[in-house]
């Protein structure tokens, strides 16, 4: 993969961009018609110093905002949007030598720039209060409340938030641009991981490996990287980097993405290491095959729940034929066997939020959730796909001592061979996570696509 394939979505699909912009503008004027308002103000996020210290945590702009401005990580900044008006962003950027301000977008480095009035704040202050009824959007409703007193402004109505997020459910072009770009990105890391997993590396020499390879910074990556190596792979949100490369090296995990202009990819991989069994080898082989099968099955129309059920009947068959488990695999499911065995959902929404909004709530005008079916509380998208949604599909076996044991201490625990299940334990578990569009007749792999290799 070479520089030349790593682009800014906002130059190589300015075209998409503005479109998305446009159908922004379109959709916010119609809930601003049912909500009775005649302006929405989005905040783009401030950030939030550690108690006691003279130091901010790792910021991220907010999600409604970043889906119009794509400058993650502004803070203190404003859009205001009216029916019929160009929206008008409140950029801040202050005057500082102890940090680089941002950067004034403009027409020329910015096409974007061209679809707002740009108000440029050198110092944190409110935007100039629209017209008639506002609705505010962002924490900072909550944290400050005299800002919606000074706005006289309704504070993240409910009803208009679940129907702004139900417009981040189906990517337009450009989303699907940023997605695609931050799938390409990760992918180096991976390689990088797995290269310097495969020369004798520790958990941080990887990480470190990683974020050189996908050139991020570690506050810029979209989630905790999760790195783990041998027993460590069974912790499913591991959140340690070892500086020591342990003796025998019997498998990897990595769960990493990137992020651009906000959008996330989401991509695990697990790798067989010198000292793996050849059962463990099996098992990566038939969860990579098995989630190739799901796959296979994307389209418009299919619920996602039936999909995470048919995961769990494949990996219980999976169980079966390597012998970890005799009993056929819908008795695995329905006595909670393959859940013990894989305890997370198949996967979820992804976007400018990693886990994205709206996975359970089918229908935003009445806010009805969908709960996942009984025994899977994990799952967390629970609707019928539908054309560019974009998803993870991520199944897993793992070796979890707190979740087996009571299996072990129960009749289940008959027909679990124990040797086999304690011989797969150093090599803690696999997962093989993919980025998919959903599209009119399938699916687009974002992860799997030539350019990443892999």
């Known amino acids: 993969m070479s520089d030349s394939q790593l682009n800014d979505p906002t130059l190589t699909h300015a075209a998409a961009h503005r479109a998305h912009l446009a159908a922004l503008q379109s959709g916010y004027e119609v809930a601003m018609q ?3 308002l005649d302006a929405i103000v989005l905040h783009s996020g401030k950030p939030k110093r550690h108690f006691a210290d003279d130091q901010d ?3 991220k ?7 119009w401005v794509p400058m993650a990580g502004l803070s203190d900044s404003w859009l205001v949007i009216r029916p019929g008006e160009r929206p008008t962003l409140y950029l801040y950027a202050p005057d500082d030598f102890w940090h680089l301000s941002p950067s004034l977008p403009t027409p020329d480095t910015a096409p974007w720039a061209e679809q707002f009035e740009i108000v440029h704040l050198r110092k944190p202050t409110l935007p100039e209060r629209p ?6 959007l962002g924490e900072i409703a909550e944290l400050q409340p005299q800002v919606v007193s000074e706005l006289e402004a309704l504070p993240n109505p409910v009803g208009l938030v679940r129907q702004l997020d139900e417009g981040r459910v189906c990517k337009s072009e450009f989303e699907i641009a940023c997605l695609e770009e931050a799938s390409l990105r990760a992918a180096r890391g991976h390689l990088a991981a797995r290269r310097t997993f495969m020369e004798g590396g520790a958990e941080l020499d990887i990480q470190l490996a990683y974020l050189g390879a996908s ?3 570690e506050s810029d990556v979209p989630y905790g990287n999760i790195v783990g190596l041998n027993a460590h792979a069974a912790v499913l949100h591991y959140q340690h980097y070892g500086l020591q490369a342990p003796a025998a090296r019997h ?4 769960d990493a993405g990137a992020s651009v202009h906000g959008y996330a990819s989401d991509i695990t991989r697990s790798w067989a290491g010198d000292d793996a069994l050849p059962l463990y080898r099996a098992l990566v082989e038939g969860v990579e095959a098995l989630q190739k099968r799901l796959i296979a099955r994307l389209a418009p129309g299919v619920d996602y729940v039936d999909l995470h059920l048919e995961m769990h009947r494949e990996l219980g068959e999976l169980l079966r034929e390597l012998g970890v488990v005799s009993l056929p695999a819908e008795e695995q499911v329905a006595q909670g066997i393959t859940a013990a065995f894989c305890p997370h959902g198949l996967g979820h929404l992804l976007g400018l939020q990693v886990h994205d ?4 709530i089918p229908d935003h005008t009445t806010g009805d959730i969908r709960h996942p079916p009984q025994g899977h509380p994990m799952l967390r998208l629970t609707r019928v796909l539908e054309t560019g949604m974009a998803i993870t599909i991520e199944p897993g076996c793992y070796i979890i001592p707190m979740l087996l044991e009571p299996l072990r201490n129960d009749a289940r625990g008959e027909h679990i061979d124990w040797k086999l299940v304690e011989a797969l334990a150093p090599h803690g578990g696999v997962r093989i996570e993919d980025n998919l569009v959903i599209t009119a007749d399938g699916a687009f792999n974002l992860t799997r696509s030539p350019a990443t290799g892999l």
Not at 61 to 67: I, Q, V
Not at 131 to 136: I, K, T
């Open 34 to 36: 049912q909500h009775d």
């Open 57 to 59: 945590a790792s910021f």
């Open 61 to 67: 702009s907010h999600a409604h905002f970043l889906h």
């Open 131 to 136: 017209e008639g009824r506002v609705a505010l």
């Open 215 to 217: 050139r991020q910074r």
């Open 251 to 254: 498998s990897l995990l990595v």
């Open 357 to 360: 909004v709206a996975g359970r």
